[in-house]
């Protein structure tokens, strides 16, 4: 018999300890292969590709991204794991191999206890909040001499790597965006250009362009921006037209309605036209003169059918442009040329605005049109000698930059997993599921211990660990092993998450596979 509808497929059911035996064994092999390249003594994962090619690695969501395991609970253990790594690596960027033996660590706790789901599930969230306090009232703020040791330990204590990302974000300031490619030789290094961030991510995964199919990557593109709504494909003809004859990608920013838009995919799936397309960036108010602001800089002239613009009279001449646009699902960069003398009468003009302006909502708008429109792109070449060096090297720098942005964001707290052990230290558990969470959130400090091959010490000291590279109890920060506190509270967010998700299941259901049929 043929199963052709998923509907169709025969399931297997498994209930209670079972069930939960089986997630649980799933849930430790992901773990063992996640854990070992936690901290400055991690290891390397050496795994095999869909092609048989060996890959090299150290990043945590890449390792458990490889990993497929044939029985299909104790693959749904895995997966759902995975899932609190990849959505931490989304958020902050980093913090995925943390997160998963948080969550490890939390479910194996959980397990130990008899007490009833809902006071646990509570607690967690209790648990949760004060742990977040807690990290907030010992975060500082990074200075510049801190935040090459961020990217350092990021990178996995690369020193050179570390330099490189600490030296971009230096050159480009808090607001500023830091990019990475690959070089075009086997050195390593960053250049700057003139660029600018704006808050429109990716509308549909058909208009990715790289190979991860999480970005929408286009070379010297044309600029297209239309307050109004395009509802008809036929309202941009000429331009697409315009942007056929010249074999130059487009960019377009606006509110696309269904039909124009799958047009735009299809053609853009066909190879047609090389196209992405970003809403409108800004809020309410502050929209028209985000959208101006965009518009100044790459020179394109704004389309608007309430100022009487006719759509179908749309011309190339309207089009700006810049020298790369890239998009992922939260923002869309923009490298142009140099700033123009119109866009630096524009950034004089919103500096005297916020110098009056006593509104603190408003005055915070207009800081961040000055963010947009001063924001500098630093890209870091990144060289090796070989496709299987670049490749791990490459996903150290992704971590580094990521995990530096982040302790720019929200600061940074002592590393090696001790901000979290001294949180499970200083806060009193109230309940069952706090006292379950606190004992839980030792688990990365011991792992890092473990990894370095050194004896489990545990110092009572606030901001004290074990330094792994020579053994000794130490002053953390000053020390420079620091982990941002996005990245901390945002693993411990995602592992608490997952945990609560499987704690509460009582029946699995699961594909019945060949070979299980069979038997």
């Known amino acids: 018999m043929e199963y052709n509808n998923p509907s169709e497929i025969v399931k297997d059911l498994s209930f209670g300890a079972d069930a939960n035996n089986k997630i649980m064994i ?39 991204e490889s990993v497929i395991l044939f029985d299909p609970l104790e693959n749904i253990g895995a997966t759902l794991l995975k899932e609190a790594a990849k959505n931490t690596v989304k958020e902050a960027g980093d913090g995925t191999t943390t997160a998963t033996v948080l969550a490890y660590s939390l479910l194996k706790n959980c397990k130990k206890e008899k007490y009833n789901i809902r006071d646990i599930k509570l607690g967690l ?30 990178a996995n204590n690369d020193n050179i790597l570390g330099s490189i990302i600490a030296d971009a974000y230096n050159k480009v300031g808090k607001n500023g965006v830091v990019l990475m490619e690959e070089s075009e030789t ?93 809403d409108l960036p800004g809020f309410a108010s502050t929209k028209r003169d985000t959208i101006e602001d965009l518009a100044c800089l790459t020179g394109a002239k704004i389309i608007d059918e309430q100022l009487g613009d006719d759509l179908d009279l749309i011309q190339p001449e309207v089009l700006g442009e810049c020298l790369k646009s890239i998009t992922d699902d939260k923002n869309t960069v923009l490298t142009i040329e140099e700033v123009n003398e119109d866009a630096k009468e524009r950034i ?24 947009m429109l001063t924001g ?110 996005l990245v901390t509270k945002t693993a411990l967010k995602n592992a608490v998450s997952v945990v609560s998700t499987i704690i509460s299941a009582d029946c699995v259901i699961s594909n019945m596979r060949m070979n299980a049929g069979d038997k």
């Open 26 to 64: 799933g849930v430790g092999k992901l773990t063992q292969a996640v854990k070992s390249t936690l901290g400055a003594s991690g290891k390397c994962v050496i795994y095999e590709d869909s092609l048989g090619k060996p890959v090299i690695t150290k990043d945590g969501v890449t390792v458990a």
């Open 125 to 154: 969230q209790t648990g949760l909040f004060k742990i977040n306090n807690y990290l907030d009232k010992i975060s500082i703020d990074v200075k510049h001499d801190k935040l090459k040791d961020v990217s350092t330990i990021s």
């Open 186 to 278: 086997e050195k390593t290094y960053y250049e700057n250009v003139e660029g600018v961030q704006f808050d429109s991510g990716l509308k549909s995964n058909h208009l990715t362009t790289n190979e991860n199919k999480d970005k929408s990557i286009l070379e010297n593109p044309y600029v297209l921006i239309v307050a109004s709504p395009i509802t008809n494909i036929r309202k941009i003809q000429a331009v697409l037209e315009h942007i056929i004859k010249t074999k130059r990608s487009l960019l377009i920013v606006a509110s696309v309605d269904q039909q124009p838009m799958s047009a735009l995919l299809t053609n853009k799936v066909k190879g047609n036209i090389r196209v992405n397309v970003v």
């Open 348 to 371: 004089k003009s919103v500096y005297s605005k916020i110098e009056t302006e006593t509104n603190a909502f408003i005055k915070n708008k207009l800081e961040q049109r000055i963010a």
């Open 376 to 485: 500098s792109v630093a890209i870091i070449k990144v060289g090796a000698n070989s496709k299987v060096e670049l490749k791990e090297k490459k996903d150290r720098v992704e971590d580094a930059i990521y995990a530096t942005k982040a302790a720019l964001q929200e600061g940074i707290v002592p590393g090696g997993g001790v901000a979290l052990l001294n949180a499970s230290q200083k806060i009193k558990p109230e309940n069952i599921g706090e006292e379950i969470l606190l004992n839980s959130i030792k688990y990365p400090y011991s792992v890092i211990i473990e990894n370095a091959g050194l004896p489990y010490i545990e110092s009572n000291k606030k901001g004290f660990g074990i330094n792994v590279v020579n053994g000794k109890e130490t002053n953390m920060l000053k020390a420079g092993i620091i982990d941002p506190v």
